[in-house]
T-cell receptor, first 113, second 113 residues
Framework: DGGITQSPKYLFRKEGQNVTLSCEQN?????MYWYRQDPGQGLRLIYYSQIVNDFQKGDIAEGYSVSREKKESFPLTVTSAQKNPTAFYLC????????????FGPGTRLTVT | QKEVEQDPGPLSVPEGAIVSLNCTYS??????FMWYRQYSRKGPELLMYTYSSGNKEDGRFTAQVDKSSKYISLFIRDSQPSDSATYLCAMSATNFGNEKLTFGTGTRLTIIP
């Protein structure tokens, strides 16, 4: 089955701790994206990557970091510098020239207390 | 003012009714217009996309774009309880992987059996 997997589904952390969210795809897509979804707000882009070892900041990159060492994997680290980390995080991928057709993972709900 | 405005609802309609969902936008550079459906606690999935103006039909779904009015719509005919979900509009100026999608906040739809 082709698709995107995110783990874990629910994550709880104490304030001040870094946490890494996993995203893996086996669709052979070039581009991968990380979004954050909060109630009453649209999806907001955190980071995106078009090719391995290259990634770009999105609209709300502060307090987050990513890596793209393999085409299939695009992990997101939420650092202690992120002021409001509690949110629903979504990973997506697409062909490079088809950004309109993004395939999303099931999401990770992060709660920081 | 947000680039994309979408009524958050919630919208409740009886089964079998025609549903109309809408978004307005301000950026005249947008050329790709998408509708994503998101079930509760899941990632969004692409429902339809339209390039430039006009109508596009897929089964019970019709997407309509009016670039002169900067207004897009999604119509659902013969609505079913399984259509109950949040519908997100999204837009992009190009189809390249480095072009971000701008999402609306989503409209929560409930179809009452």
């Amino acid at each position: 089955d082709g698709g995107i997997t995110q783990s874990p589904k629910y994550l709880f952390r104490k304030e001040g701790q870094n946490v890494t969210l996993s995203c893996e795809q086996n669709l052979n897509h070039d581009a991968m994206y990380w979004y954050r979804q909060d109630p009453g707000q649209g999806l907001r882009l955190i980071y995106y990557s078009q090719i391995v070892n290259d990634f770009q900041k999105g609209d709300i990159a502060e307090g987050y970091s990513v890596s793209r060492e393999k085409k299939e994997s695009f992990p997101l680290t939420v650092t202690s510098a992120q002021k409001n980390p509690t949110a629903f995080y979504l990973c997506a991928s697409s062909w490079d020239r088809m950004n309109y057709e993004q395939y999303f993972g099931p999401g990770t709900r992060l709660t920081v207390t | 003012q947000k680039e994309v405005e979408q009524d958050p609802g919630p919208l409740s309609v009886p089964e079998g009714a025609i549903v109309s969902l809408n978004c307005t936008y301000s950026n005249s550079a947008f050329q790709y217009f998408m509708w994503y459906r998101q079930y509760s606690r899941k990632g969004p999935e692409l429902l339809m996309y339209t390039y430039s103006s006009g109508n596009k039909e897929d089964g019970r779904f019709t997407a309509q774009v009016d670039k002169s009015s900067k207004y897009i719509s999604l119509f659902i005919r013969d609505s079913q309880p399984s259509d109950s979900a949040t519908y997100l509009c999204a837009m992009s100026a190009t189809n390249f992987g480095n072009e971000k999608l701008t999402f609306g906040t989503g409209t929560r739809l409930t179809i009452i059996p």
